[in-house]
Structures are given as structure tokens and as C-alpha cells.
């Protein structure tokens, strides 16, 4: 009884690590194609952080000045991030 048990885990333990092993390959195989896209998106990451920080030297600087473009860049520097959300919810959505 206890030899069919052994073989019932290791039966159990060969399908788990070929479970495991296919799942690896295709994680390689997905994880080679979008190479060049998490490239590009850490550049795109970038340029937005350099947009949105540039927004808000702007808005301390239209602040400090008292400019008439104050509530104007306000409004971007609160609907840029908003913006980029909607864009990454909308591409998940329809990327399913």
C-alpha cells in the first residue's frame, strides 16, 4: 500500500513539474515578445514623468507669480494623470 501511495506522489509531483515547466516556456515565449515594448514604455514612462514634472514647476511658477494662466495649469497638471489612466484602462479593456 504504501509503494502505490510513493508512485501516486510521484506520479503527482512529475505532472506538477511539467505543469510548471510548460507554464515557464510560455512566459519566455510571451516574455520575449514584448522586449522591445517594455523598452519603449519605460522610455514613454519617462517622457511622462518629464511632462508632469514640468507641469508642476509651471504651476508653482504661475503661483508664485500671481500669472493669469494659474487655474488654467491647475486644471492640466490634475488632468494629465487622469488622462494617461483612462488610456492604460481603455488598452486593458479591449487588450482581453
Given at each position: 500500500?504504501?509503494?502505490?501511495?510513493?508512485?501516486?506522489?510521484?506520479?503527482?509531483?512529475?505532472?506538477?513539474?511539467?505543469?510548471?515547466?510548460?507554464?515557464?516556456s510560455e512566459?519566455?515565449?510571451?516574455?520575449?515578445?514584448?522586449g522591445k515594448?517594455?523598452?519603449?514604455?519605460?522610455?514613454?514612462?519617462?517622457?511622462?514623468?518629464?511632462?508632469?514634472?514640468?507641469?508642476?514647476?509651471?504651476?508653482?511658477?504661475?503661483?508664485?507669480?500671481?500669472?493669469?494662466?494659474?487655474?488654467?495649469?491647475?486644471?492640466?497638471?490634475?488632468?494629465?494623470?487622469?488622462?494617461?489612466?483612462?488610456?492604460?484602462?481603455?488598452?486593458?479593456?479591449?487588450s482581453r
Amino acid at each position: 500500500m504504501k509503494q502505490n501511495e510513493i508512485e501516486n506522489e510521484a506520479e503527482a509531483a512529475v505532472a506538477a513539474a511539467e505543469a510548471s515547466e510548460d507554464a515557464y516556456s510560455e512566459d519566455q515565449v510571451n516574455a520575449s515578445a514584448p522586449g522591445k515594448r517594455s523598452t519603449f514604455a519605460r522610455v514613454m514612462a519617462v517622457i511622462g514623468l518629464l511632462i508632469m514634472l514640468g507641469l508642476i514647476v509651471w504651476l508653482v511658477i504661475s503661483l508664485i507669480t500671481g500669472s493669469e494662466q494659474t487655474i488654467a495649469v491647475l486644471f492640466l497638471t490634475i488632468l494629465y494623470p487622469v488622462i494617461i489612466y483612462l488610456f492604460i484602462w481603455i488598452k486593458k479593456v479591449f487588450s482581453r
